[in-house]
């Protein structure tokens, strides 16, 4: 299903800090490569030793096929100093003494322009992302950048492709069976309606108002999986129908009507946390179910303003099929003990059945995340490690952006971010986490001026598969997070 304003979007501003919004925006359910992780194959395994003769003599650095080169390039073996370094033929080879375990790579992307908001309007400004990778031989010796945004995107003088045909189809529904019907909404990947909601607006779906009526819906061509709910007045879900394998263009349902019965009314399901802090609150939790076959996707939580966060309604058992699986995200925050600090913890499940417990990670300490705030800062990184014990994968990111523009201080400014990887054999039990300072290296970054904002966030991420694997059919992911802002000095 394509989302457009989703209703996440009406919960996430009650988190206290916009960097979280972004991250979650982007990430819930998807891979940790979206995250920020620099290197795709970091990690096939946890725990330190060294691996003294049998480490390989080089690790090799792929910038993919296609994408922008960066504009400048520097590496460190062990505890050496950082030296600038050159890419051939797009690959970085970094050559690693027999008796030598860690090393970094760091890479500039070119300066991209990017629009910024300000009381005085909008204007158009250059955003420059440096990227820092600190790794480990047991981590794998063929990697891959991430890859820089194209500074200059070219403009095609082509013909635009044709636009698909649009089908118009008819369905006719009857949910005069299920008590407090308010309204009936269609869920497909193939149709072009959207649906607006309380705070929010689905793509792919239509609707009508009542218990019964007619869909008149254009849809692509193709074979797809139709969701059919039916909402009270505040939009939770009552029942639902699914139409697998739908064929577009033809009739739906073979011309015959759905008519709802109360063995498709969906099962209230409420979800039990662990682990949530003294002083932290759920803040939010969204589920949704997805088909088996053609992909129809819809959510199934609460979505009324007067809705509890931790309800969400089960696809009943007749309108399933195998394959099919709920998304399970839910977040928690910390209470604002320090103005400059805030925390977060997420988690993201899979599963092929309804999920009553959620178990938060232990979070990190809401009172600190940086035992420096100079120009280039240390994080605090000591972590208990996930209470899920499948969540075997941990990888650490940190991220400082400056000037942190706010939106009453004029005139807009370029824009300045730095996003350090650390892998846990690289880490080797260590509590901190320093930024390198790169700066004496020609084409890298120089620090914050003092009194600059600077924004900042530290996380950590878990997954029950490794990294450069095939994730599972019902993978879980989870990331505890702390941000803030503090004054360069």
Known sequence: ????????????????????????????ALPLSMLGIVGTALLTGCGGGAIGSQNPQSINVQIPPGSVMPTAVATQVGTGAWKAATLQNGQLTIDIPSDTQNYAYAYVCPAFPQTTNANNGTATTMGTIEYISEQSVEDGTSLTFNACQNPNPSTSTSPPPPSPQINTVSLNVDATAIPNTASVVTYSSLSV????????????????????????????????????????????????????????????????????????????????????PSGWG????????????????????????????NLYYAVPASQQKSGS??????????ANTNANVSGGVVVDITSPNPVTTIAFPAPFPASDGISTTAA???????????????????IWNADISWPGNQYNQPPPQNSYSLEITATPTYMNGATTL?????????????PPSAGSNVQWSVTVNGQNYPNGSPAPNYPEYSFAQIFGSYTSQ
Do not use: H
């Open 376 to 394: 280039w800062p240390t994080f605090n990184v000591a972590y208990p490690g996930f209470s899920n014990p499948s969540l075997t994968t941990t």
């Open 1 to 28: 299903m394509r989302r457009y304003g989703y209703v996440a979007d009406r919960q996430l501003p009650r988190w206290p800090c916009s960097r979280l919004f972004r991250i979650l925006k982007a990430s819930c």
């Open 434 to 446: 320093p930024v390198p300072d790169l700066s004496s290296i020609p084409g890298f970054m120089a």
């Open 325 to 334: 699986s709920y998304t399970v995200f839910a977040a928690a925050s910390s």
């Open 282 to 309: 759920n803040d939010f939790l969204n589920v949704t179910f997805l088909t088996s076959g053609n992909r129809a996707e819809f959510s199934i939580s609460s979505l009324g303003l007067s809705g509890s966060t």
């Open 193 to 276: 309606g959207t649906v607006s909601v309380p705070g929010g607006s689905f793509g792919g779906a239509y609707s009508i108002s009542g218990n019964k009526g007619t869909f008149t819906m254009g849809m692509n061509s193709g074979t797809t999986d139709i969701a059919v709910v039916a909402y009270d007045q505040n939009y939770n879900p009552l029942a639902t129908y699914i139409l697998y394998s739908q064929t577009i263009p033809g009739p739906l349902n073979g011309g015959n009507p759905i008519v709802f019965t109360a063995s498709d009314e969906t099962v209230p399901v409420t979800v039990t946390d662990q682990n949530v």
